[in-house]
């Protein structure tokens, strides 16, 4: 059970890395594109939105392909356990990966099988160590 409350720690860890990582984005763009004072004084949290999607699967898909791991699995020792052999296959199952975690109930889906295993591993078939 302690393992499953680390794990919850560690996904709204990397969620708040995502989020830091929406605003440098919104910020960086609008900054280079000289409208960043126009998008701050008329703000809707709408305009994040496509920065949001792009920098959840900038996070999870690169730092999990190239790095086994994300920031939040990083600090309390989590790795994917992957077949390195074929690659290509990896990039598929972590898009996958990725995919299934935007489902709203993906975070208690360890609830649902006896192994306490989430819907993102299994349907990826790539688990957590």
């Known amino acids: 059970m302690k393992k499953i409350i680390l794990r919850g720690i ?16 919104f910020f960086l763009h609008h900054y ?38 994300t920031l939040g699995k990083k600090i309390f020792s989590f790795r994917i356990k992957v077949n390195k052999k074929n690659s290509s296959s990896l990039f598929v199952k972590i898009l996958i990966r990725t995919f299934t975690r935007i489902i709203p109930i993906n975070p208690i889906s360890f609830l649902f099988n006896k192994n306490q295993i989430f819907w993102h591993e299994t349907w990826s078939n790539i688990k957590t160590e």
């Open 10 to 25: 560690a996904f709204y860890l990397d969620g708040l890395v995502f989020t830091v990582l929406t605003f440098v984005l």
């Open 32 to 69: 280079l594109f000289g409208d960043l004072k126009e998008q701050t004084n008329n703000f809707n949290s709408f305009d994040l939105m496509p920065y949001h999607i792009l920098s959840y699967f900038i996070y999870f898909v690169l730092s999990e392909y190239f790095f086994y791991t």
